[in-house]
């Protein structure tokens, strides 16, 4: 089971970086649709049926509320669902160094979950000279998730300072709505259905939210178009032959 936890492991990686780097708003839903499933598999042995169920439908809600906040702003006449809430850009601080923040994240959290584990292995007595954590021990289930906490959490933290309010920052919130999350789990006995089921919900409420915010500013952006193009439109009418200096 370790290659299928460093697959899902790399899988969660990789899909928080492509949900926030491209402009292609398509290509950053897959992105965060593939984050979140890989996220939901780090657990060895595999979850119950129920609870990966709940993991899973909770995931694929999370994106659907996402993209039916998207729909308008993606059908517009340009047609080529480019941009994010009227702002045709990449992201502010490029995905190179979303990556490298990623990666820097992801160390992070394993090293916490590193000594996480030497203090298990102490226990309460004489500590002496620490044991030094293994390759087994990072591979564990406990470690991968506290790494990808962390790399989601990096890989957020830049969209939610940085980028005005829409489709990316949303993504970045449910990215670290899913970090927390993550901690949760790993530091904690594992969760029951229930427990699943509230995670759950605060994925979709997160996400929610900033669907909402998401077609709010979308709105205010066409509306900003469209006063721009009336307020052209009346100069126009009322001086159709504006003289020139």
């Known amino acids: 089971m370790t290659a299928l936890l460093v697959a899902a492991a790399v899988i969660a990686g990789t899909g ?12 950053g839903l897959i992105g965060l649709t593939a984050s979140l499933v890989g996220a939901a598999l780090l657990a060895d042995p595999l979850p119950s049926p129920a609870v990966l169920a709940v993991r899973l439908t909770a995931a694929l809600l999370a994106v659907v509320t996402l993209r039916a906040a998207m729909a308008a702003p993606a059908s517009r006449r340009d047609g080529d669902a480019r941009g994010w809430s009227g702002h045709p850009a990449a992201a502010r601080i490029g995905w190179p160094v979303e990556a490298l923040l990623g990666v820097a994240g992801g160390v992070a959290g394993l090293a916490i979950a590193g000594g996480i584990t030497v203090f298990n292995k102490v226990g309460g007595g004489d500590i002496g000279q620490l044991p030094a954590p293994v390759a087994t021990d990072l591979l564990a289930p406990t470690s991968l998730a506290l790494g990808i906490a962390g790399l989601l959490a990096a890989i957020a933290v830049g969209p939610l300072l940085t980028e005005p309010t829409g489709a990316r920052r949303a993504m970045a919130a449910i990215l670290l709505a899913q970090a927390v999350i993550l901690v949760r789990m790993a530091l904690a006995p594992a969760p029951g259905v229930l427990d699943e089921v509230v995670f759950g919900t605060l994925l979709v409420a997160v996400a929610a939210a900033g669907a909402m915010l998401t077609a709010a500013a979308a709105v205010a952006a066409r509306h900003a178009a469209l006063a721009g193009a009336g307020g052209h439109l009346a100069r126009s009418v009322a001086d159709p032959h504006p003289r020139r200096s």
């Open 16 to 27: 928080a970086v492509a949900a926030l780097a491209p402009i292609d708003v398509r290509l």
